[in-house]
């Protein structure tokens, strides 16, 4: 069964900081998914990583996905409080038909002025 | 573009009452459809999922049930409201597997209390 896990599930830093939070999965998984939630509201789409070694970047926020090691990492560089939200990551596995996202726990990201 | 509604947006209703949330997309067809529950400062929990019309997968047996009536029309529903049925509930679509995976495009949500 696939799990995810992420970690830290909070995290409280400085601005200008710089940090990574971690997104680790329990069996081979193909495609990794990030999402943002503020506090509130709905779920975004950050990022969507296809394949291993993929890198996507937006702003201050970059994302990586080694599928070798079942691990994918969204890195905050120089951070600022517009960057306070959760974190998802969620993983699937390409399949013929439809096989389910399984989301993490999500990181509670606070960005302390 | 795809935009996707849900209404409504919050729900008061007393334990025992009947439920119905629905959720509507426009601008694509045949998506997958997706119901998620999540409690107060928790994640998300997948409660039904539809690859199409009719086609209603179950995640956790409850006390809800979910319809597809339309194919960009995806409802929930409850005979009987429990407290453990209160949260914010989050309807979602994605494209059939293209480019961009199951990128999944989430509604603003239905904060449901149940008293």
């Known amino acids: 069964e696939l799990k995810v896990e992420q970690n830290p599930l909070f995290l409280s830093m400085q601005e200008g900081k710089n940090y990574t939070i971690y997104c680790n999965y329990s069996?081979?998984?193909?495609?990794l998914y990030w999402y943002r939630q503020d506090p509130g509201k709905s779920l975004e789409s950050l990022f969507v990583?296809?394949?291993?070694?993929a890198v996507k970047q937006e702003g201050r926020l970059m994302a990586s996905l080694d599928t070798k090691a079942r691990l994918s990492t969204l890195h905050i560089t120089a951070a600022v409080h517009d960057l306070s939200a959760t974190y998802f990551c969620a993983v699937d596995r390409v399949k013929t038909s439809y096989d389910k996202v399984i989301f993490g726990p999500g990181t509670s990201l606070s960005v302390i002025p | 573009s795809q935009t996707i509604h849900q209404w409504p947006a919050t729900l008061v209703q007393p334990v025992g009452s009947p439920l119905s949330l629905e959720c509507t997309v426009e601008?694509?067809?045949?998506?997958?459809l997706y119901w998620y529950r999540q409690a107060a400062g928790r994640g998300l929990q997948l409660l039904f999922y539809s690859v199409g019309i009719g086609q209603i997968s179950s995640e956790v047996p409850q006390n809800l049930s979910a319809s597809r009536p339309q194919d960009r029309q995806f409802i929930l529903s409850s005979k009987k409201l429990l407290l453990s049925d209160s949260g914010f509930y989050l309807c979602a679509w994605s494209r059939d597997q293209d480019s961009r995976g199951y990128e999944q495009y989430f509604g603003p949500g239905t904060r449901l209390t149940v008293t």
């Open positions: 069996t081979t998984s193909d495609r």
């Open positions: 601008g694509t067809s045949n998506p997958n």
């Open positions: 990583l296809l394949s291993n070694g």
